[in-house]
């Protein structure tokens, strides 16, 4: 049973809708504020797709009945994510990445690893990545930024109280994971000898895989992403308004999603890690949020 408190009574409990509503009150939050459900901001500089993601309230967290489940993933608690924001459909891609060195000087150190094209961009600190996003504010005159650990987890579950946003198993028709340790064969302690799926020991172009509820893409695996959360071992000093931890600043901080290189079961919606704020990696990568005008208007019931 997740940890109470007493939620806003304005806001919805998504998983008391069923997805025509939710589906709904994305669109009804989108309207009001001027958007279509996915949109691009209109600059002199080519900018991420936005998707409107909705206010609302989730459990946050992995319940001890859930395979998989990590200390760190708990205890699984309540949250309120009380204003509307965009996230990127997608990963932030090379090119995208590299018209900002272009743009900027910013130069890649010659020894990297460099992804291309749509895949995402990868081997970059998440100074790197908070540099971006500097960029497409100053550009943009809006606000982006990178997700807040709970507004990533709440964007990826869509409403959803299963380990994935897809149900309560995936297969690599959905997510890109380490092919050799998939997760039905894992929970159920089946032995396999050979993976199901043909190993791919990098991550695919966004867009490969398809998008959950609103409509966002390799939310799990292909690559960890960042958030702006400093890490800490539990959830039990986690804010209940979905904000970052501003005063927590350390050399650590938490990514979601799991990898290409990881096994299944790191790609759930509650699964987090820690990584070092300068470390490199090959299945290390992120999107973007873009802060939207709250109004008085903002839909809060379906």
Wanted: net charge negative.
């Amino acid at each position: 049973m997740p940890y109470a408190r007493e939620l806003p009574s304005e806001l919805p409990f998504l998983p008391d809708l069923d997805e025509r509503e939710r589906l709904n009150l994305q669109w009804r939050t989108a309207e009001c504020h001027a958007h279509r459900v996915g949109f691009h901001d209109r600059t002199d500089i080519p900018t991420p797709e936005m998707i409107v993601i909705p206010a609302g309230c989730f459990e946050m967290g992995a319940g001890h009945h859930e395979f998989g489940a990590r200390i760190e993933e708990t205890p699984q608690h309540y949250c309120a994510i009380e204003r509307p924001f965009a996230m990127g459909r997608y990963c932030v891609t090379a090119d995208e990445f590299a018209c900002f060195a272009t743009s900027t000087g910013w130069r890649w150190r010659p020894d990297l690893i460099r992804a291309h094209g749509r895949h995402p961009v990868i081997n970059i600190r998440i100074a790197d990545a908070e540099a971006y996003c500097n960029w497409l504010s100053t550009h943009s005159g809006q606000r982006y930024r990178l997700p807040s650990e709970a507004e990533w987890e709440f964007a990826c579950r869509a409403g959803s109280l299963t380990p994935f946003s897809f149900g309560d198993s995936i297969s690599c028709k959905e997510v890109h994971f380490n092919a050799a340790f998939p997760y039905d064969e894992a929970r159920d302690n089946k032995r396999w000898f050979l993976p199901r799926c043909l190993p791919m020991p990098r991550a695919v172009e966004v867009g490969s895989m398809p998008a959950n509820l609103w409509g966002l893409h390799e939310m799990h695996g292909n690559v960890w992403e960042f958030t702006a959360d400093p890490w800490r071992d539990d959830h039990r000093s986690h804010r209940y308004d979905g904000s970052t931890d501003r005063q927590g600043r350390n050399r650590r901080i938490v990514v979601k999603g799991g990898s290409w290189f990881d096994p299944a079961v790191l790609a759930r919606s509650a699964a987090r890690r820690p990584r070092l704020r300068d470390e490199l990696d090959v299945n290390l990568g992120f999107r973007v949020v873009r802060e939207i005008e709250t109004r008085p208007t903002d839909p809060g019931a379906i």
